[in-house]
Each structure stands twice: as C-alpha cells, then as structure tokens.
C-alpha cells in the first residue's frame, strides 16, 4: 500500500486462496489488457475469458500469456464448456485447452442440460489436467432451484474434485442466487453458508450493491467473481473500508 493506516482489515495478500476477485474479460484488446495490468495486477487473482468470446477474439494466445506471465491463472468462460459438451467434443475441449495451456476450467451447465452425475464425471476427469472450478445455478431465470438442491449440488461438485464452486449470476448479475432486480436471495445465500464452507464459494457479484452485501456478510476475504476490469480497484478499496459504503465496517468501535 502506498502508506499507512491504523484499523484495517487483514486482507490476504497474492497469492491467496481465499479473497479473491475473478476478473471477466469480455474482449480486451492486448493493449487495454496491459493498462489494466498495469493498474490491477496485484489485486486480480484469476481471469476468466467470458462464456465464448475466446473463440473469436484475436491475439487469443499472445492475452493469455500476457495475463499467465503475471502469474494470473486464465480460464475460458463454462459456456463455451458447454458448446463442446453438446456437440459431442468433450475430448476437443481438452486439447484445446492443453494447447494454449490453460491451467484452470470451468465446468458449467447453465445453458445446456447436463444429468449430475454425468457433470461430476467431468469434472473427476478435468482435475487430472487442471484446477477445476464448477459453476451451479442456472442461467434461466424462469428456473428456480431451491435451496437444499444448490447445497446438494455444491456439495456434489466439491466431493467429485471441484476447488471451488461458483455461485451463478450472469454478467448482469440478474438470475441465480439474484432476483430480475438484482437483489440478493438473502435466504438462500444464508441457507448455503449453513451447509458449504465460505472459502469454497465464489460468488458472482458484478453488481456495486451485490459485492457489499458479501463483503459485509462475509469479510474483507469474500471470493467475488465477475468483476468487471474497471471495477477491480474500487472493489478493493470496498473490500478495505475505503469507500462510503464500507467506511465504517471495520473501524474500531
């Protein structure tokens, strides 16, 4: 930090397995990656290459070694998981994965419709090259799971070799463990912390509102996913009590 203050919180430092914010990457451009590195670097713990962009954005390789030479792992977004898996090309997804060496997946099922045993098997399978991240929740907001299934299912996906489960949201920050407004389903976050260790979760908070109501529930430490490039620093000085919303958060009293 750039100079000293008194009652802040103990924020883990890189490299961390707990606190950290995941970065969607929608599309930027070689150089406006490297402005954000310049900026975000040392608050950026993985980033994820959003649902299918990776196959059409250019320079794919040249990105991700740019972020992989930071020591920011890179993964493709679970949609385009899921465009292999229902074209039958499950093996392909592997190569190219191995290919451009990306060294975490994600295994969703939140466009397609994936029997859970059958999604678990995956991800037994995808721990021998990687470190897995399984996403549950829907991305249908017609869909409703109740609370003991996200629990069985987060738990499942853990059991089958899964590091993290991430908590679905979309970029919007609209469906899964959110309402259409964007308002958190405070029952269901509360009835999954009751059951699936904190650490374990990431939860996808692209919204201002959403990454305080975690970090006030949670801690400074709260996994945060989907956070927008932009967002990184001011998520940070959130996470610390340096912005108006959390000023008071950990101040003695």
């Not at 991700?64 to 899921?82: A, D, R, S, W």
């Not at 499942?156 to 959110?178: F, H, W």
């Not at 801690?219 to 919303?245: H, K, Q, S, Y």
Request: net charge negative; proline share 4%; glycine share 8%.
């Amino acid at each position: 930090m750039n100079f000293n203050l008194t009652q802040m919180p103990n924020r883990l430092e890189k490299p961390r397995t707990n606190g950290i914010t995941m970065v969607m990457d929608k599309g930027l451009s070689l150089e406006d990656a490297k402005n954000f590195l310049t900026i975000a670097q040392c608050h950026v713990d993985i980033i994820k290459l959003g649902f299918g962009t990776s196959y059409v954005t250019p320079n794919l390789r040249e990105k991700i070694e740019l972020y992989k030479n930071c020591n920011i792992p890179v993964y493709f977004g679970g949609t385009l998981f899921e465009a292999f898996v229902i074209r039958n090309q499950f093996d392909d997804y592997i190569s190219v994965c191995k290919d451009f060496e990306i060294d975490y997946i994600e295994v969703s099922d939140g466009s397609i419709t994936i029997p859970h045993t059958e999604k678990c098997g995956y991800i037994e399978k995808l721990t021998q090259y990687s470190t897995v991240l399984s996403e549950v929740g829907s991305k249908d907001a017609t869909h409703i799971i109740p609370p003991y299934k996200w629990i069985e299912l987060m738990r499942d996906e853990l059991n089958a070799g899964s590091t993290y489960v991430i908590a679905e949201a979309r970029e919007a920050g609209n469906v899964g463990i959110y309402r259409g407004s964007g308002e958190v389903r405070e029952g269901l976050v509360q009835e999954i912390l009751t059951q699936i260790p904190s650490e374990k979760i990431i939860w996808e908070a692209p919204q201002k509102a959403q990454q305080l109501y975690f970090i006030e529930l949670i801690g400074c430490n709260v996994n945060l996913g989907n956070i927008a490039p932009a967002e990184v620093i001011p998520l940070e000085a959130m996470r610390i009590g340096l912005r108006g919303d959390t000023f008071h958060f950990f101040l003695d009293k």
